[in-house]
């Protein structure tokens, strides 16, 4: 099933663009690729656990982080420049 500009709801916005390059540029300028919809990956997350596996690590990271520049909690989001975090519903979002 070819992907649209408007399907970046259930593929996101990165796998439409490259769709929509694919059908508008020459052939052969865009490589072939496949996308899994959001809520396949989602479903796939919660059925293994993997993303209590990932609140897990990134905990530990951020408590290896604390340990390593000696920073307190209360600073530690400022600290880092990137920021992980798993919200109320599973999802993992990545603040820049």
Do not use: C, S, W
Not at 19 to 44: C, K, N, Q, S
């Amino acid at each position: 099933m070819p992907i649209a500009f408007a399907d970046f709801n259930a593929f996101g916005a990165r796998a439409a663009n490259v769709a929509e390059l694919g059908r508008i540029l020459p052939e052969g300028m865009v490589p072939d690729g496949f996308a899994i919809p959001f809520h396949f990956y989602d479903e796939f997350m919660k059925y293994n656990g993997f993303y209590d596996r990932a609140r897990d690590m990134m905990a530990l990271i951020q408590r290896r982080f604390r340990t390593l520049y000696r920073i307190r909690p209360t600073n530690l989001d400022f600290a880092m420049d990137i920021e992980f975090k798993i919200t109320a519903e599973g999802r993992l979002r990545i603040k820049q």
